[in-house]
């Protein structure tokens, strides 16, 4: 999945997903997303661009100034956790569970989250619905008349 410049819509605060099967989507991004991405287009990525030969369309570049691959991602994942000294392990797909868990245990319906993932059926995205413990209480001490 690449993501081009002309997917990003800061007016609106939406990034055009190009899925899986030519599926798209459009998932929203905050402010603190908007600052970052701005900053990247306009000084990062810019840097990069400078190493390669080619203007690409891709919003993530490798050092090369080539677009950014999956392997790239992992590599650099891999490189934050050894640099922070962690023994866990990360991967792309960790984001999007994370993504999605946040999203639920805020109060994010289910169905929003699985448009926002893409996932054709909604039992795909039932396998986010674990829950904390601190989130259960809190529910019930703020739903519950006897709590």
Same mark, same amino acid.
Do not use: W
């Given at each position: 999945?690449?993501?081009?410049?002309?997917?990003?819509?800061?007016?609106?605060?939406?990034?055009?997903?190009?899925?899986?099967?030519?599926?798209?989507?459009?998932?929203?991004?905050?402010?603190?997303?908007?600052?970052?991405?701005?900053?990247?287009?306009?000084?990062?990525?810019?840097?990069?661009?400078?190493?390669?030969?080619?203007? /690409?369309?891709?919003?993530?570049?490798?050092?090369?100034?080539?677009?950014? +691959?999956?392997?790239?991602?992992?590599?650099?994942?891999?490189?934050?956790?050894?640099?922070?000294?962690?023994? +866990?392990?990360?991967?792309?797909?960790?984001?999007?569970?994370?993504?999605?868990?946040?999203?639920?245990?805020?109060?994010?319906?289910?169905?929003?989250?699985?448009?926002?993932?893409?996932?054709? +059926?909604?039992? +795909?995205?039932?396998?986010?619905?674990?829950?904390?413990?601190? /989130?259960?209480?809190?529910? /019930?001490?703020?739903?519950?008349?006897?709590?």
């Amino acid at each position: 999945m690449k993501i081009h410049k002309n997917d990003i819509d800061f007016h609106i605060s939406t990034i055009l997903i190009h899925g899986k099967g030519n599926k798209e989507r459009y998932v929203p991004f905050g402010s603190f997303a908007e600052h970052a991405l701005k900053t990247y287009l306009r000084e990062g990525r810019e840097q990069l661009l400078s190493n390669s030969n080619e203007d /690409y369309n891709s919003v993530f570049l490798n050092n090369r100034g080539q677009p950014l +691959s999956g392997r790239g991602v992992r590599y650099i994942l891999n490189k934050m956790i050894e640099r922070a000294s962690l023994t +866990s392990t990360i991967h792309p797909h960790k984001l999007r569970h994370t993504f999605a868990t946040h999203l639920l245990n805020e109060g994010a319906d289910l169905r929003t989250v699985q448009e926002m993932l893409g996932h054709e +059926s909604l039992s +795909s995205t039932q396998v986010y619905t674990h829950v904390t413990k601190d /989130y259960l209480q809190n529910v /019930y001490k703020n739903a519950h008349p006897r709590s």
